[in-house]
């Protein structure tokens, strides 16, 4: 790296690998969206922080940062990188009109839950699927993705293959034959009579009685062999969907745009034991800004409908519809995203949960006297002024220690980095260059620090800050192409604080790349205030 000395400082940059960054991951804040709505359900931006209460297992926390954040705004690449020759000097531009941007802005990952779908509920749902895919944007990737991983297609603009792989997802089902038969015990009566329900355990045995005509023991017993594969099939049904979401989760979070998710699903069963993995994802969601948004696909249902034929009463029915489906409405609620179900309109249905609000609000608080045993903590969020709706996180669990200071300005950076938006926290402008030889090219991405603006500290003789620096290029599909990584001490004397050179500092870093169509991005966090700039630029290559 190249960088400018300052007359009268001692400028020293630590050497960095020309790979991807690499970060620790943890959390000192427990995040928590929420989105506001008006009487007509419009989501509303013009709230702030005194307008929010925050209530941690009742008990009222200080919401220590607050943020607006608006989705659905426009991808700002405002500087075009200029081209220059071996010797640094521009390259006149050829004539013609300027080229569209070319980086995607948008990411909709669409997830069908193959495991637990109906063959019937699944062709209504992909035929809505396929005509949503087919008015695809020109700026939108979308992704197909199943439970079961038996399908899977990354995010793409090709109409034609989303379409072919839309139309090969079946059913997956991964209960064995005999669970099928008689009889068909549901994950959560399973989970119940485990847990010594006698109402869950009779129902069991005259389910059995029922459909086989046996009585006495034998049914009890059998009846008691059929909930143990019960469990182990809807355990691990449960819990290779939510790691199936994880994973699309850590795969999204490297995209620079909007990033949703949209999960056709009936509904699954999350018994205790899944609920601290659920947790995780939503934070993992939350701090990528993935918005997760969830359609029943059973359509327009009344719970707990034709009981019969599953053998169950009317209000068992009731109950198993309820925990089921409350693993959508939970994603939906804790991420921003909308929750679609009793509901024939599944195109209507699509359109409102692959969009992501207008705004919203991310509140973030410190737990008092946080105790890692592994507990749910309930959340709850009001405002102070009446008259709207409220959708927002409704808990989270306690599995980690909180991170130390160095790893959340890790993670700080990374989330920039992968982010689109433009921050201005520090006295930084961006420019970008770059110069051919052959089918090689060089971009050289420039950052101008004015230290007049930043804060110092004071250490023998000298002013002292850490700036990171990281540049990032991305393609034409918003896909991770290179980067860099460094950290630049700065030691000033008194003399150069008070009167700086109007040039300030200059950052330089080169990345080598093949011709085409790329966003470059840089990230400049100081060690004094903690604040970042991040800023975008535009690289024709031809």
């Keep these: 790296m190249a960088c400018a000395l300052l007359s009268g400082c001692l400028l020293h940059a630590q050497t960095a690998a020309e790979t991807t960054p690499t970060f620790s991951s943890g959390v000192n804040l427990v995040l928590v969206p929420v989105v506001v709505r008006d009487g007509k359900g419009r ?28 989705p659905g705004a426009e991808l700002v690449v405002p500087v075009a990188a200029v081209e220059t020759d071996a010797e640094g000097h521009p390259v006149p531009k050829p004539a013609g009109p300027p080229a569209a941007a070319p980086i995607a802005a948008h990411f909709v990952a669409w997830l069908f839950d193959d495991l637990h779908l109906t063959f019937a509920d699944l062709a209504r749902a992909r035929e809505a699927a396929e005509k949503k895919l087919d008015a695809l944007e020109p700026d939108a990737r ?48 399973a989970d119940r009579i485990e847990k010594g329900d006698p109402q869950a355990t009779r129902l069991a045995a005259s389910q059995f009685a029922r459909c086989s005509g046996g009585t006495g023991r034998s049914s009890g017993q059998i009846a008691r062999g059929l909930v143990t594969q019960a469990l182990a099939t809807g355990s691990r049904n449960t819990k290779l969907s939510l790691d199936v979401l994880k994973a699309l989760i850590v795969r999204m979070a490297k995209l620079p745009g909007t990033r949703n998710i949209v999960l056709v699903s009936p509904g699954f069963y999350l018994s205790a034991d899944h609920r601290p993995d659920e947790s995780e994802l939503i934070d993992r969601a939350i701090r990528a800004n993935v918005v997760i948004g ?17 053998s169950i009463s009317f209000q068992m029915a009731n109950e198993i519809d309820d925990a089921n489906i409350e693993v959508l409405a939970e994603l939906a609620d804790a991420t921003g995203g909308g929750f679609i179900h009793n509901s024939n309109d599944f195109g209507g249905g699509f359109t409102r949960v692959a969009a992501q609000p207008e705004f919203i609000y991310v509140l973030g608080f410190s737990p008092q006297s946080l105790k890692v045993d592994n507990s749910f903590h309930p959340l709850k969020v009001t405002l102070t002024k009446g008259g709207y709706e409220v959708q927002a996180r409704r808990g989270y669990f306690v599995r980690q220690v909180a991170a130390e200071p160095g ?108 011709p085409g169509s790329y966003v470059v991005r840089m990230i400049v966090r100081d060690s004094e205030a903690q604040q970042m700039s991040a800023q975008n630029s535009l690289v024709e290559i031809p």
């Design 407 to 514: 790893e959340q300005a890790k993670q700080e950076i990374e989330e920039a980095l992968f982010s689109r938006d433009e921050i201005h926290d520090l006295p930084v402008s961006l420019f970008a260059q770059f110069s051919k030889t052959g089918d090689k090219a060089k971009i050289e991405i420039f950052a101008r620090v004015d230290v007049k603006l930043l804060r110092f500290h004071k250490a023998d003789d000298r002013n002292t800050n850490k700036l990171t620096v990281i540049a990032g290029v991305f393609d034409r599909n918003g896909n991770y192409v290179t980067g860099n990584e460094r950290s630049i001490e700065l030691k000033l004397k008194d003399e150069t604080i008070e009167k700086p050179p109007e040039s300030g500092v200059l950052l330089k870093s080169p990345l080598e790349v093949a």
């Design 294 to 310: 969830s359609l029943d696909a059973r359509g327009l249902w009344a719970a707990g409908a034709d009981p019969s034929s599953r």
């Design 142 to 189: 979308a992704g197909i993705f199943t439970t079961s991983g038996r399908v899977l297609l990354d995010f793409t603009s090709d109409r034609e293959m989303l379409q072919k792989t839309l139309r090969g997802i079946q059913p997956s089902n991964m209960i064995p034959g005999a669970l099928q038969g008689c009889p068909n015990i549901e994950y959560y009566v």
């Design 43 to 70: 989501a509303i931006g013009t709230l702030h922080k005194e307008d929010f209460q925050l209530f941690d297992k009742g008990k009222p926390e200080v919401i220590s940062k607050f943020s607006v954040e608006r």
